[in-house]
């Protein structure tokens, strides 16, 4: 369960349904400003993530399925990879392994 205090609603506007950005350790490396929407179907990371996390490309799995991108153009996949995720801080923490799409960035997709 993730939770939210008081203090957390500073500045926030009630009600709402915007995306929640938050920080979460990904395969052994904190990653910030992660964007959680969950309109989304997919849990994708771009290229430039999988470059700073050193995951070579001979790791990925294969994927045909495009995908509709944010500025509504078709996205490409590069690769599927299974990846553990953290959440939270101990003692209040859980640990899932997840399927992320590699993509690359959409400001390249639209060159």
């Known amino acids: 369960v993730i939770s939210f ?3 957390d609603y500073e500045g926030v506007s009630l009600p709402h349904d915007d995306p929640v950005v938050v920080t979460l350790q990904v395969a052994l490396f904190t990653m910030k400003r992660i964007l959680i929407d969950s309109g989304s179907s997919v849990d994708i990371l771009y290229k430039h993530v999988f470059d700073q996390l050193r995951i070579p ?5 294969p994927v045909k399925t495009p995908l509709m991108g944010f500025a509504r153009e078709m996205v490409h996949p590069l690769g599927s990879i299974d990846l553990s995720v953290v959440v939270g801080m101990a003692p209040r923490y859980t640990q899932v392994h997840m399927t992320f799409l590699w993509s690359i960035h959409q400001a390249h997709a639209m060159q």
Do not use: C, I, V
Request: glycine fraction near 0%.
């Open 5 to 7: 205090s008081e203090a």
């Open 57 to 61: 490309a001979d790791q990925l799995r």
